[in-house]
């Protein structure tokens, strides 16, 4: 069965440096998504990019974070001067349709 | 009010039973409905998807999605220990740009 897949699987980083959390979405998929989930909370949805541009983020998603694809691909998230409160597991999703998602099994983020 | 809420749980039943998930939520902009299963440390699997009010049954999984009321179920019937992890509720507009999840109830079926 296709899945998306997410690499690293932990990334621990110093506080104030940027990480880039990559993920390979399933391939005739056209709908990419980040999302993430602080230890214990809801899963929260961060960016949604069709056709090359950002179509939906939320407030979470400041200038902080961006996400590219780079190539026919890859998808990824870059978290600039990452903080304290960034560690948490982000998931990479994409879709056929915009709807039923298949979610990759994360990246964790440790920031200390 | 919170967008989307769900008894957090933990639900525990013994091998067999009937398991009744449930979800409020109160944006009536919400058009599509999902269930996701989640192991600890690992990324929600879809497993059920459904379009405005109906049921949607699939194999021993079963949806229910009252729009009226605002309030939809999954239920599974024949409980197996492999089915304990946390159900997470999720929904969507029409947009479809991004899905809002309940906070998830965990799930103990016990042999």
């Known amino acids: 069965e296709p899945e998306v897949t997410q690499t690293p699987s932990h990334q621990v980083t110093q506080m104030g440096q940027e990480v880039i959390l990559r993920c390979v979405p399933i391939s005739n998929h056209l709908y990419f998504y980040w999302y993430r989930q602080i230890l214990g909370q809801k899963v929260e949805f961060l960016v949604s990019f069709y056709n090359n541009e950002i179509s939906e983020k939320s407030e979470i998603f400041d200038d902080q974070f961006s996400v590219e694809r780079p190539d026919g691909s890859n998808f990824t998230l870059k978290i600039r001067s990452t903080k304290l409160e960034d560690s948490a597991m982000y998931f990479c999703a994409s879709s056929e349709d915009s709807y039923g998602y298949t979610f990759g099994s994360g990246t964790r983020l440790t920031v200390v | 009010q919170k967008e989307v809420e769900q008894d957090p749980g933990p639900l525990s039943v013994p091998e067999g039973a009937i398991v009744s998930l449930n979800c409020t939520y109160s944006n009536s902009a919400f058009q599509y409905f999902m269930w996701y299963r989640q192991y600890s440390r690992k990324g929600p699997e879809l497993l059920m998807y459904?379009?405005?009010?109906g049921n949607k049954e699939d194999g021993r999984f079963t949806a229910q999605v009252d729009k009226s009321s605002k309030y939809i179920s999954l239920f599974i019937r024949d409980s197996q220990p492999s089915d304990s992890a946390t159900y997470l509720c999720?929904?969507?507009?029409?947009?479809?740009?991004?899905?809002?999840f309940g906070g998830g109830t965990r799930l103990m079926v016990k042999p």
């Open positions: 459904t379009y405005s009010s």
């Open positions: 999720a929904m969507e507009d029409n947009a479809g740009n991004m899905l809002t």
